[in-house]
């Protein structure tokens, strides 16, 4: 089962924000939206194997870790607007202490910054960063399983990287351009459907 | 430089559709309005080789087609709702006869059917039907210049299929399952930058 984390450096942590300015006042949620339905949807159905992370850096609350279950979500559609309303429901949902609390079917919130994060997801997983300089992704056998990391439209700062790379994270490139988050997540399932199919 | 065709048959022709509500009084057109970016855009640019082509089916003023010309469009941006406000701008400009009218910088409009639409962007051309019975798109030297057809979440008909086969439609698939149309067009972009680079 692939698992993706998606760090927001300004994405919001209140649920105040407007689903009708998820660019301003989401802080480019819109972003991590598309990642949700890129990493969970396919034509007609969800991808039940994939578990997605988002991480919400930006004010007021943060950090904030939401996970989104491929095997438990329910009512994801593929538009930005009702996905968003699942991540403004989620951030309503009262924290207490650092358990993951759940907020709707599949989806679930915690007080998380990125160590913490990679304690949990990363622990027995091969960890790879998506990351242009790396490996060619038809190149390397990728494990089912591992936990893909990406960053948002301002990439993964030199501290992130660092985190990574404590935990021996593996750098794959997709191709020659640099695509949106939500574009590399769906040429990464692509890669893996392929790579599945062949075993 | 490739060219892009997606048929939505029920996305609306009216320019009255709300752009909080896309996936209803737009007739899913948050479907085709995801194809627009996935199709022109990148990680922090427009892909200014890239030509996509709308045709829209809905109600209440089919058909109408939306060409979106990735070396003049300005302003996209890639969340679906200030993209959907480009297509709404479009479905207001006034239309005479069958001659293409510009509604933004690199966004123009006319009266068009697919044989129609095919007639221009086809003459030429290859034509490339994405279906997952063609040939595997990793197998097959993808023309640069081709004209990439899809359709919508209901696919495409019997009729338009035989229209597509009567230009001499190439078949051809992108990986074991079944992707929504703009993943298509992620994963297709992926395989022509790589062909590219290759060459």
Redesign the interface.
């Known amino acids: 089962m692939p698992r993706f984390l998606v760090v927001g450096h300004r994405a919001t942590t209140s649920s105040t924000f407007r689903?009708?300015d998820?660019?301003g006042t989401g802080g480019r949620l819109?972003?991590l939206v598309?990642c949700i339905t890129?990493a969970l949807?396919?034509?007609?159905g969800a991808r039940r194997d994939s578990v997605l992370t988002l991480l919400l850096l930006g004010p007021p609350a943060a950090p904030r870790a939401v996970r989104f279950d491929g095997a438990r979500i329910q009512r994801l559609?593929?538009?930005?607007?009702?996905t968003a309303a699942l991540v403004k429901r989620a951030l309503e949902t009262p924290l207490t202490a650092h358990v993951w609390q759940p907020a709707s079917p599949g989806i679930d919130i915690a007080k998380r910054n990125l160590a913490r994060v990679l304690d949990e997801e990363a622990t027995g997983r091969a960890v790879i960063l998506l990351d242009e300089a790396g490996d060619d992704a038809r190149a390397v056998e990728l494990p089912a399983d591992a936990l893909y990391v990406l960053g948002d439209?301002e990439g993964l700062t030199e501290e992130e990287r660092a985190e990574l790379d404590r935990r021996g994270a593996r750098r794959v490139r997709?191709?020659?351009?640099?695509?949106?988050a939500d574009?590399a997540i769906?040429?990464l399932h692509?890669e893996l459907?392929?790579q599945?199919?062949k075993r």
Do not use: F, K
């Open positions: 689903l009708d998820l660019t819109d972003v598309r890129s949807l396919v034509s007609h559609n593929p538009d930005e607007r009702s439209h997709l191709g020659p351009l640099s695509l949106q574009q769906v040429v692509n459907d392929r599945r199919e």
